[in-house]
C-alpha cells in the first residue's frame, strides 16, 4: 500500500533542462526521494556500480574511500602526464576521473560472451552476445577490478585500480587483453554457436 497517495513521483531535471511552468509538481505534494536515486552533480551510475562491485563483506565505506583515492590518483597520473606533454598532446590528455573511467569501462567491453551448455553429458562453451548491455558492463568492471588486483603487495589496490583504467581508456594493459582472450576465444568455439538456447 503506498503511504502518499495524492503525492506526485519525484522528477530529475538535467542541469540544461527547465521544468515546465504548468507541470504539477509546482502545485502539489511530492513524494519523497527512492532509496538509490540520486540527484547530485557529482553521481554517476557506472562509478556506483564500480563501487558496489569492489565492496567486500559489506564495507562499501571502504570501498569508498578507495574510489576516491583512485579518483585522486588519476588526477595527478593524467596532470602529470599533461605537465610532460607536448603542446600537440596537451589538450587531449583527459583530466576528468569519471570520463577516463567511462572511457576505460568502454574499451573492455565484450562483443561476444562464453555460456556454458550441456549437451549429451558434454559441458560445451558456446559463444554468444551479451543477454543485456548491463551484464557486458560488468563483465568489463569484473576484468578491470581483476587485472587491478594482479599487482605487487606493497602497491595500494587505488594505485593499480588508477593504473589499470588509465590503461585501458588508452586501449592498452591487462583488462583490454583479457577481453581480446575472451574474443579468441569465441572465435575458437564458434562450431558450437548453434548449441545456443536464447
Known sequence: MKIYNLAVEPK????????????????S????????VHSGSNWDQ????????MTKNGERET??????NTF????????????????????????????????????????????HVQRGGVLYKVPAPPQTQDRATHVAIK???TAAKDKPRDTRIWVSLAREI???????????EMKVDL???????????????W
Open 12 to 27: 530529475f531535471l538535467k542541469a540544461d533542462e527547465k521544468l515546465d511552468p504548468n507541470d504539477p509538481c509546482k502545485f
Open 29 to 36: 505534494q511530492v513524494q519523497p526521494c527512492p532509496k538509490w
Open 46 to 53: 557506472l562509478v556506483f556500480k564500480l563501487t558496489g562491485m
Open 63 to 68: 570501498a569508498r574511500a578507495a574510489m576516491r
Open 72 to 115: 585522486a590518483e588519476i588526477k595527478y597520473i593524467q596532470l602529470t602526464k599533461r605537465n610532460n606533454s607536448s603542446a600537440e598532446e596537451y589538450s587531449h590528455i583527459e583530466m576528468n576521473p569519471i570520463k577516463v573511467i567511462r572511457s576505460a569501462v568502454n574499451n573492455c567491453i565484450p562483443l561476444l560472451l562464453l555460456h
Open 143 to 145: 576484468n578491470i577490478i
Open 166 to 176: 588509465i590503461s585501458a581508456s588508452e586501449n592498452t594493459g591487462r583488462a583490454v
Open 183 to 197: 574474443h579468441k576465444e569465441c572465435e575458437e568455439n564458434k562450431a558450437y554457436a548453434s548449441y545456443r538456447k
